[in-house]
């Protein structure tokens, strides 16, 4: 700025000039002062504000307990639709394990299904414990 | 800066209502001026200036420190700026005609030799990042940091602005027979 050509310097000055003073009109502050003492006397917006605030947070509070159990029942509902596929062809699956190239392995397979209900019922539980704060 | 440690200590000191006294002449210009770099509308402007002091008021309580306090009020400023903006939604140029009347009636600048009326609206036309950062930087002798930070932009997107704005002015006020090597 310093090696700054005399008529570049002079057009920083006059922009200073310019806008340098550049303010809200007079007796602003008085008027924000008058206008918070009278929303103080009243109170009003202050409760709305914390009112509005409380709805909001039990509104998002009510969706994420409505999504967590949705979750649930789906989760219960394809759990079920599950075991009543198994519990129907049974005796096909049974055939065709029998018959498949790889042995499988009863406990895996138990131990595979344990693990999956216990991340359900974790996820669950997480979900219930993250909406009911 | 020394007012706003002051203003932070006394909201967590529990005194909200005295940190307001402070806050508002300490902030007045800078709010107003970030309004009117949005707005373009001293009326407006000041509406919205008024609308960020009644929230800073009522979330003052709230103030944890945890961002600094002048990053905070003009985030407040802008986002009311921009709603009042998105409100009016004026299809007509929003240059000020107060503003406009007030410069023209003052002149060419004897000293200068510039006429302060073609350098208002040589401001006007320049692209709106540009002329908010120019309005800011000039109003009240800001270092290019502290724009930065009233914008919401990197400091050299800021100086990038203001360089721009300068040879833009330069040219536009050349063409109006002024010179500027």
Known sequence: MNDMDPRQKELEAQ????????????????????????????????????????????????????????????ILGLGACAAALL??????????????????????LAAGTLAAVGAAV???????????? | MPADDAITELIQAG??????????????RRVFGLAYSVLRDRGAA????????????????????????STWIYAITRNTAISATRRQRRSISMSDPTVFEEVESRGAAPEAGLDDAALWRSVEALPDKQRQAVTLYYQEERTVEE????MGLPVNT?????HRARASLAAALKTAGWEVA
């Open chain 1, 15 to 74: 922009l200073r000039r310019l806008l340098g003073s550049f303010d809200a009109s007079a007796g602003f502050d008085k008027r924000v002062m008058q206008r918070v003492a009278t929303l103080a006397t009243t109170g009003a917006p202050r409760a709305d504000l914390r009112a509005q605030l409380e709805r909001r947070r039990e509104l998002v509070r009510w969706r994420l307990r409505r999504e967590a159990w949705m979750n649930g029942i789906t």
């Open chain 1, 87 to 108: 519990w129907r062809f049974a005796p096909e699956i049974q055939q065709l394990a029998a018959s498949a190239a790889w042995p499988v392995d009863r406990g895996l």
């Open chain 1, 122 to 133: 974790w996820f669950l539980l997480k979900r219930m414990e993250t909406t009911s704060r």
């Open chain 2, 15 to 28: 005194r909200a209502e005295a940190a307001f006294e402070r806050l508002v002449p300490a902030y007045r």
């Open chain 2, 46 to 69: 000041e509406d919205v200036a008024q609308e960020v002091f009644v929230k800073l008021w009522q979330a003052l309580p709230r103030y944890d420190g945890r961002a600094q306090l």
């Open chain 2, 147 to 150: 724009v930065a930070g009233m």
């Open chain 2, 158 to 162: 800021v100086k990038t602005h203001l």
